[in-house]
């Protein structure tokens, strides 16, 4: 099964949503939860940090999607709304845990190897992707999680801004942060004039 | 320009966000710097390729979602199940593969080279064995080092060396196992159990080797098997999908037929083994062999004697039937999530017995 542009997988959910609220269709329950599992369970993990309550979690996300079929029809923004049911869920978790409301984004916590590249796919030698997953494990909590979200789970810039309570601008900033590093890591980092880049070829 | 600028155009246009104007501008800005056209297309190139989705966990996962939907009792119009033996008084039994109690041990055992220390190149032989058990009563699912998956039931014991994958994929059995085996051509993935041993290039199947069961059986769902009998080593049976190959455990055979020891070598191979259709459940397209995966204890015309051996292992507990009758009579039907108590309750109505519950053993009579 292979993945969909960001454009045609959010028609592809707002579909199943639809199937599952107007006809109870259980396939197309099974199908959103297919697509979605494993970048729900690795979103709930940065906020639980365990792999059982992540799992956990998701299936709580889903249990309140057949319960709420009936209003799911309305939904506009189908992705936004099931990272933020995951977010709530999960936020609603730790609190009854640590008796604690507020959660900082710094406490994000993303998985290592939850942001994918596959070296048979590359031109570069392994020695600049392991830098490179260096790299990016290395991003602060909340710049990785921004860069997970959009890269791996196909989310907006706008999506992100509103599940994590941030600008769009913060977003932009954010995501540059990301990619230089990565550039950085192939040796290529772009002064401030653009006549005097160094571009070494591995 | 600003370098902060260049990038976060360039993440724009990965992500699609990226304005026709904004376009334009990272076009021109690429085109009057042609040396960054390469490490562009390697970004581009990271950028593009996901994480590939790993079906089995998923569908594993949303198997246990569904339990849990039903322990919350949550309506969610099921498929028709199997009939089920009981009807009635069902209780919540939570059971889930990630909780079920799994031993993993690796013993470490090196072998030195007498005599080769001052060679470097010869480095000391390290053969590591890992071990997975799973007790009475708790099942387990195992990932091997190639991604083959393996099921083990109760009470079973899987084991493979550290050097496993590297020219055979070797494993040996004892108790109940439902393989999933990625397809390698050149490295073949071998079962040893008690009474066989199996070959597989990449299928789906069953083996239930449980070393105090009278038979050893194999079921295969999909591809294609070679299974030779120890005994028997120059034989050798292919298997094809959906046959199920039953063979004799030499002990308990011996001891129960009173063969005597030096004539089983000369047996004809048809004493020793059978093969037979697997026999779909005509409701659901179930095959009762695979069904304990799904957590159903699940009996098609089987004595009780034989029942009893495989419910021992299911719940825990050691069942002693007194009358030898008893033991032949045979019997139909599904547990998922009866308790012991419940399974013997609803087995009475079907068979006439008493029985007396003393611990973990429960002592059956006529």
Not at chain 1, 161 to 182: F, G
Request: proline fraction near 3%.
């Amino acid at each position: 099964m292979g993945r969909f542009s960001a454009m045609g997988e959010d028609e592809q959910i707002k579909r199943l949503l639809k199937l599952i609220s107007l006809n109870d269709d259980q396939s197309a329950y099974k199908q959103l939860f297919v697509l979605l599992y494993h970048r729900l369970k690795q979103f709930a993990y940065s906020i639980l940090k365990s792999n059982e309550e992540a799992e956990e979690l998701v299936s709580d996300v889903f249990v309140r999607i057949w319960d709420k079929r009936a209003q799911l029809i309305s939904v506009e923004s189908p992705r936004l709304y099931l990272y933020t049911i995951t977010k709530n869920l999960a936020f609603t978790r730790i609190s009854r845990q640590r008796k604690q409301i507020n959660i900082t984004s710094e406490e994000w916590f993303v998985q290592l190897d939850s942001i994918y590249f596959d070296p048979e796919q590359l031109v570069i030698t392994e020695e600049i992707l392991r830098q490179i997953r260096k790299a990016v494990n290395d991003l602060p909590p909340r710049c990785k999680l921004i860069f997970k979200l959009i890269k791996e789970d196909g989310l907006k810039y706008k999506e992100v801004a509103e599940l994590l309570q941030l600008s769009i601008k913060t977003v932009e900033a954010q995501m540059a942060i990301a990619l230089r590093r990565i550039g950085k890591c192939m040796h290529f980092e772009i002064k401030s004039t653009p006549f005097q880049v160094s571009s070494k070829k591995s | 320009m600003n370098q902060e600028n260049f990038w976060i155009l360039l993440s724009k246009k990965l992500a699609n966000e990226a304005s026709i104007s904004e376009l334009k501008e990272l076009e021109e800005l690429i085109h009057e710097n042609p040396d960054w056209q390469y490490a562009i297309q390697n970004i581009e190139d990271l950028w593009r390729h996901k994480a590939p989705n790993d079906d089995m966990q998923t569908l594993d996962a949303y198997m246990l979602h569904l339990q849990r939907m039903k322990d919350l009792h949550i309506s969610f119009g099921e498929a028709a199940d199997e009939v089920s033996v009981i009807g009635h008084g069902r209780r919540k039994v939570r059971w889930y593969w990630a909780a079920a109690a799994v031993t993993v041990l690796a013993g470490l055992f090196l072998f030195l080279r007498p005599g080769s220390k001052s060679d470097v190149s010869e480095k000391p032989l390290a053969r590591e064995v890992n071990e997975i058990t799973t007790r009475p009563g708790s099942k387990s699912k195992v990932e091997l080092p190639d991604g083959s998956i393996v099921w083990l039931n109760a009470g079973s014991k899987l084991t493979y060396n550290k050097d496993y994958g590297q020219t055979l994929r070797e494993v040996t059995l004892s108790g109940e196992g439902y393989f999933d085996v990625m397809k390698m051509k050149e490295k073949p993935f071998i079962i040893h159990t008690s009474s066989i041993n199996i070959k597989v290039l990449g299928t789906v199947f069953n083996v239930k080797a449980y070393p105090e069961d009278k038979h050893t059986e194999t079921s295969l769902i999909r591809g294609s098997i070679e299974v030779t009998i120890k005994k028997r080593p120059n034989d050798k049976i292919i298997l094809s999908p959906n046959e199920k190959l039953v063979v004799e455990n030499s002990g308990i055979v011996e001891s129960e037929k009173n063969i005597p020891k030096e004539n089983t070598g000369s047996l004809p191979i048809s004493t020793l083994m059978s093969v037979n259709k697997l026999k779909y459940n005509a409701a659901d397209s179930t095959v009762a062999e695979t069904e304990w995966i799904k957590n159903k204890l699940v009996f098609r015309d089987e004595s009780f004697g034989d029942l009893a051996m495989r419910m021992e292992r299911w719940y825990d507990v050691e069942i002693e039937i007194t009358d030898t009758e008893l033991k032949e009579e045979h019997l139909n039907g599904t547990f998922d999530e009866e308790t012991i108590i419940q399974a013997m309750d609803a087995l009475k109505e079907f068979v006439s017995f008493h029985y007396e519950q003393k611990g973990k053993k429960i002592i059956i009579n006529r």
